[in-house]
C-alpha cells in the first residue's frame, strides 16, 4: 500500500520534473514514487507543496500552496486545489477546494467547491456536492454544534463533517453546516 512505511520528501527543482509540469517559486518536496501528468501546474510562492509518496496527479491540475498531500492521494484532472489545504492517506480529489483539511480515505471526486472546510475520515461527497463558505451579508459565521449557535469569530466557515458522512449528488452545503453521521443531525449554519 503507498501509505504504508516512513516517508521521506525530498526539495525538487525545476529541472527534476517531469516534462509539462509547471513550477512556480521554489518550495516543492515530493516523496517516493509520485506522478506527476503534463500540464500540472504547481504554485508553491505562497508556502510549500508537500506530495507524499505515491501520489498521483492527473493532468490539468493547481495545486497550490501551502498544500500537503497525504500517502496515496488521486488528483483528478482539472483539479483545483488551494493553499492552506491538508488532505490525509488515499484521498481521492477533483473539482475546486480551498483552505481545507480533510481526514483519511474522504472522497470528492467530482466537480463542485468545498471552502474552509473540515471533513473528516471516510468521507463521500457525492458528485457536484457544494458548500457555502461565506455568509451573504458578510458577517461572522455561527455554527451549531448540537448546543445551539456558537459564534466562531470568522468570516469564511464552510462545512464540517464528521467520519463517514455521506452526500448525495447535487447536495447544497449553507455557510457553517455541520453534518455528524453518528447522531444523524445536521445543524445548520445561524
Same mark, same amino acid.
Given at each position: 500500500?503507498? /501509505?504504508?512505511?516512513?516517508?521521506?520528501?525530498?526539495?525538487?527543482?525545476?529541472?527534476?520534473?517531469?516534462?509539462?509540469?509547471?513550477?512556480?517559486?521554489?518550495? &516543492? /518536496?515530493?516523496?517516493?514514487?509520485?506522478?506527476?501528468?503534463?500540464?500540472?501546474?504547481?504554485?508553491?510562492? @505562497?508556502?510549500?507543496?508537500?506530495?507524499?509518496?505515491?501520489?498521483?496527479?492527473?493532468?490539468?491540475? &493547481?495545486?497550490?500552496?501551502?498544500?500537503?498531500?497525504?500517502? %496515496?492521494?488521486?488528483? @483528478?484532472? =482539472?483539479?483545483?486545489?488551494?493553499?492552506?489545504?491538508?488532505?490525509?492517506?488515499?484521498?481521492?480529489? !477533483?473539482?475546486?477546494?480551498?483552505?481545507?483539511?480533510?481526514?483519511?480515505?474522504?472522497? @470528492?471526486?467530482?466537480?463542485?467547491?468545498?471552502?474552509?472546510?473540515?471533513?473528516?475520515?471516510?468521507?463521500?461527497?457525492?458528485?457536484?456536492?457544494?458548500?457555502?463558505?461565506?455568509?451573504?451579508?458578510?458577517?461572522?459565521?455561527?455554527?451549531?454544534? %448540537?448546543?445551539?449557535?456558537? !459564534?466562531?469569530?470568522?468570516?469564511?466557515?464552510?462545512?464540517?463533517? =464528521?467520519?463517514?458522512?455521506?452526500?448525495?449528488?447535487?447536495? &447544497?452545503?449553507?455557510?457553517?453546516?455541520?453534518?455528524?453521521? @453518528?447522531?444523524?443531525?445536521? =445543524?445548520?449554519?445561524?
Amino acid at each position: 500500500a503507498p /501509505w504504508a512505511g516512513p516517508s521521506r520528501p525530498e526539495r525538487r527543482s525545476p529541472g527534476r520534473l517531469p516534462a509539462g509540469v509547471w513550477l512556480l517559486g521554489d518550495d &516543492l /518536496w515530493l516523496a517516493d514514487h509520485v506522478s506527476l501528468a503534463p500540464g500540472v501546474v504547481i504554485d508553491a510562492r @505562497k508556502g510549500p507543496v508537500i506530495l507524499d509518496r505515491g501520489c498521483d496527479i492527473a493532468a490539468h491540475t &493547481l495545486l497550490e500552496g501551502p498544500l500537503y498531500l497525504g500517502h %496515496g492521494c488521486r488528483v @483528478k484532472a =482539472g483539479a483545483r486545489l488551494y493553499g492552506e489545504s491538508s488532505f490525509g492517506i488515499g484521498n481521492r480529489l !477533483a473539482g475546486e477546494i480551498g483552505e481545507s483539511t480533510f481526514g483519511d480515505f474522504t472522497n @470528492k471526486q467530482h466537480e463542485g467547491f468545498i471552502g474552509h472546510a473540515v471533513l473528516g475520515s471516510w468521507v463521500n461527497l457525492g458528485a457536484l456536492t457544494t458548500c457555502s463558505d461565506l455568509k451573504n451579508n458578510y458577517g461572522d459565521v455561527k455554527v451549531d454544534l %448540537g448546543d445551539g449557535p456558537q !459564534a466562531t469569530g470568522q468570516r469564511f466557515v464552510g462545512l464540517l463533517a =464528521g467520519d463517514h458522512v455521506k452526500t448525495a449528488i447535487g447536495t &447544497l452545503f449553507n455557510t457553517g453546516t455541520c453534518v455528524d453521521r @453518528k447522531e444523524r443531525r445536521v =445543524g445548520k449554519e445561524c
